[in-house]
């Protein structure tokens, strides 16, 4: 399914508002309708398909949770984003415990919310292939983005089948770029849970004080700026699953608080007393080698343990030179829809050299690659030549 056939519904009260959103939506190649109120987008949603919903949560008639419900309804394939004020977190929660793919507080920034419904979009593709997989019984379930035929990575899509739809907390280790989150999405997917919200955090981008509100939230006036009551992502994730990428980078301190929450499934928000009980499966995912960090005394050996009770190791696409052209011809597709090109292949020397470069930033470099070169070709070429690459790929 390219990006022309990805129809997506904006829901907001707000004029300029549905103005910039469908603007941006249609320059990255979607097709867009908008609606006024949740009247208006049930009727929509009725007589027309609708695979991502951007939706208010405060709406004239009725509130974005009921649009979301309703949408779910007429179409269950549809992934939601709920854009929220910043005072209606409470609301925010409600929505991804009914269905939500995620949520974004006013006032928002373009380029995030862009990046979330790419995002969100990958999640629809990824749930529509593993739902086909699941009903057939051992089909395959990898994502639009992630077609391999490498044995090494049919390994790892026999190891997710076989435990996705268990409670087992799983550690995907492998370098940077390899799709250690595209494993982890199949993961939910495929599991008991996948109606229920998948909620993801990069524990590397964030300090220890932010990280540790931002994992298990922090009541208001718990600190300086705390203005309003912020829930944290163990509570988005009830009932579902909460992915960890790079847990080999939080601070020793941390460990001993997420240990403790992964025993009891209990915390507190940040200058709160009132325990709280969840119930999340837990995948995490690094792309350090953490029995060395563990004789360097950086982490903990009883933290490691109680994640790696299923270890799927993602291999390098060095490693996997079969899933290379495969790959490469998936991107190629997605990104001459999304940029109105007649691109369809690659030439001889192009493959030739695609196969030879080491690729040390794994399928993300080969993603950024091939769209550099769809981007940077005629308006009128069929294929892509070899002096649309960077030198990086053209030296010898």
Same mark, same amino acid.
């Given at each position: 399914?390219?990006?022309?056939?990805?129809? &997506?519904?904006?829901?907001?009260?707000?004029?300029? &508002? @549905?103005?910039?959103?469908?603007?941006?939506?249609?320059?990255?190649?979607?097709?867009?309708?908008?609606?006024?109120?949740?009247?208006?987008?049930?009727?929509?949603?009725?007589?027309?398909?609708?695979?991502i919903l951007v939706t208010d949560l405060?709406?004239?008639?009725?509130?974005?949770?009921?649009?979301?419900?309703? #949408?779910?309804?007429i179409h269950p394939e549809c992934t939601a984003i709920v854009v929220t004020a910043y005072g209606t977190i409470r609301s925010a929660v409600e929505a991804t415990q009914s269905g939500a793919f995620d949520y974004i507080q006013k006032p928002f /920034? !373009?380029?995030? =919310?862009?990046?979330?419904?790419?995002?969100? =979009?990958?999640?629809? @593709? *990824?749930? *529509?292939?593993?739902?086909?997989?699941?009903r057939a019984r051992g089909g395959n379930p990898?994502?639009?983005?992630?077609?391999?035929? *490498?044995?090494?990575?049919?390994?790892?899509? /026999? &190891?997710?089948?076989r435990v996705a739809d268990t409670g087992a907390t799983v550690l995907i280790q492998g370098e940077s770029g390899t799709g250690k989150e595209l494993v982890a999405r199949s993961l939910h997917s495929l599991s008991r849970r996948s109606d229920k919200p998948f909620v993801p955090i990069s524990c590397a981008a964030l300090s220890e004080t932010?990280?540790? *509100?931002?994992?298990?939230?922090?009541?208001?006036?718990?600190?300086?700026g705390a203005v309003n009551t912020r829930v944290g992502r163990f509570e988005l994730a009830n009932s579902g699953t909460l992915f960890l990428d790079e847990i080999g980078d939080i601070t020793l301190h941390m460990q001993v608080k997420l240990l403790r929450v992964i025993q009891e499934m209990e915390f507190e928000r940040v200058g709160g007393n009132r325990p709280i009980k969840v119930d999340v499966?837990?995948?995490a995912a690094t792309n350090q080698h953490l029995g060395k960090a563990i004789e360097e005394g950086k982490f903990r050996s009883d933290l490691y343990y109680r994640l790696n009770i299923?270890?799927?190791?993602?291999?390098? #696409? @060095?490693?996997?030179?079969?899933?290379? !052209?495969? #790959?490469?011809?998936?991107?190629?597709?997605?990104?001459?829809?999304?940029n109105n090109r007649h691109i369809t292949a690659f030439a001889t020397d192009v493959q030739e050299t695609f196969l030879r470069y080491s690729w040390p930033g794994n399928v993300?470099? !080969?993603e950024n690659i091939v769209e550099r070169t769809v981007v940077l070709a005629d308006a009128d070429a069929v294929q892509v030549t070899a002096n649309l690459l960077p030198n990086s790929l053209r030296l010898p």
């Open positions: 399914m390219s990006a022309a056939d990805i129809k &997506i519904l904006v829901v907001d009260d707000e004029p300029n &508002i @549905r103005r910039v959103l469908e603007a941006a939506f249609v320059r990255d190649g979607y097709s867009v309708a908008t609606a006024d109120c949740g009247r208006k987008a049930v009727e929509y949603a009725n007589s027309n398909p609708v695979n405060i709406l004239p008639d009725f509130s974005g949770v009921d649009v979301l419900k309703q #949408l779910k309804q /920034d !373009l380029d995030e =919310v862009r990046q979330l419904v790419k995002k969100a =979009v990958d999640f629809g @593709r *990824s749930t *529509s292939t593993a739902s086909k997989s699941k990898q994502t639009g983005a992630m077609k391999c035929s *490498s044995p090494a990575m049919k390994e790892v899509y /026999d &190891i997710v089948e932010l990280l540790e *509100s931002e994992l298990f939230g922090h009541e208001k006036n718990a600190f300086t499966r837990l995948v299923v270890e799927i190791v993602v291999p390098p #696409l @060095r490693q996997r030179k079969e899933d290379i !052209l495969p #790959l490469a011809e998936g991107f190629l597709q997605r990104f001459a829809a999304r993300r470099e !080969l």
